[in-house]
Structures are given as structure tokens and as C-alpha cells.
Nanobody, 123 residues
Framework: QVQLVESGGGLVQAGGSLRLSCAASGRTLSSGAMGWFRQAPGKEREFVAAISWSGGRTYSADSVKGRFTISRDNAKNTVYLQMNSLKPEDAAVYYC????????????????WGQGTLVTVSS
């Protein structure tokens, strides 16, 4: 079983940037797809971005396209989410997750989740 630990959250002004990291332990990430989700207070968790095991395919929610970039470094067992041009509506707890394929990751029907990292965006 893989364990996921997110980091990099914090307080940033609107228009600023943050890079989230998700470090995996327990087994290597190279055989599975990864994704980022977020959940704002009072809202359901929503898909943000996904990446295939090789990094060759990425997917992003329409709300973050052009601003957020998902990437991975399998040698470091780490997945990243670079977030630029942050908006107040991006504020949420961000979770990373692992799954067998990007299709499954994008569905959100996953068993392996991190504990989340809080992103706060001030206007």
C-alpha cells in the first residue's frame, strides 16, 4: 500500500503562486496514475488535475486550465501541482491521490488519498 503526504500549502495573495508536492512511500509511484483534488468549505471534493504514470498525459479541470500544471518525478516518488495566478476561489484543502489509470483517477473513485494541505488565497 502506498502512503501519500502533501506539502506546500499556505497563504498567498491573489495572483500569486504556490507549488504543492505529494510524496509517496510504501511503494513506487511509477506504475500508477496520480491526481490532485480540492475541497473548499461547504463544497464537495472536486477534481483538479491528473497525470499518467509516465507523465505523458495530463488532464486538468476547466477551472484551472492555463494556470495549474501537474507534473511528476518518479525517481523522487513525488507529484507536483504548480499553481499560478491564484484566485480566491482556489482556496481549499488540496489532496493528492493515486490510482491505476488517469480514467480512474479522474473519476475520484480512489482508495489511496493523502491527508491534504490547506491553500488560502487572500483577495
Amino acid at each position: 500500500q502506498v502512503q501519500l503526504v502533501e506539502s506546500g500549502g499556505g497563504l498567498v495573495q491573489a495572483g500569486g503562486s504556490l507549488r504543492l508536492s505529494c510524496a509517496a512511500s510504501g511503494r513506487t509511484l511509477s506504475s500508477g496514475a496520480m491526481g490532485w483534488f480540492r475541497q473548499a468549505p461547504g463544497k464537495e471534493r472536486e477534481f483538479v488535475a491528473a497525470i499518467s504514470w509516465s507523465g505523458g498525459r495530463t488532464y486538468s479541470a476547466d477551472s484551472v486550465k492555463g494556470r495549474f500544471t501537474i507534473s511528476r518525478d518518479n525517481a523522487k516518488n513525488t507529484v507536483y501541482l504548480q499553481m499560478n495566478s491564484l484566485k480566491p476561489e482556489d482556496a481549499a484543502v488540496y489532496y493528492c491521490a493515486a490510482g491505476p489509470s488517469t480514467t480512474v483517477v479522474r473519476s475520484g473513485d480512489l482508495e489511496v488519498w493523502g491527508q491534504g494541505t490547506l491553500v488560502t488565497v487572500s483577495s
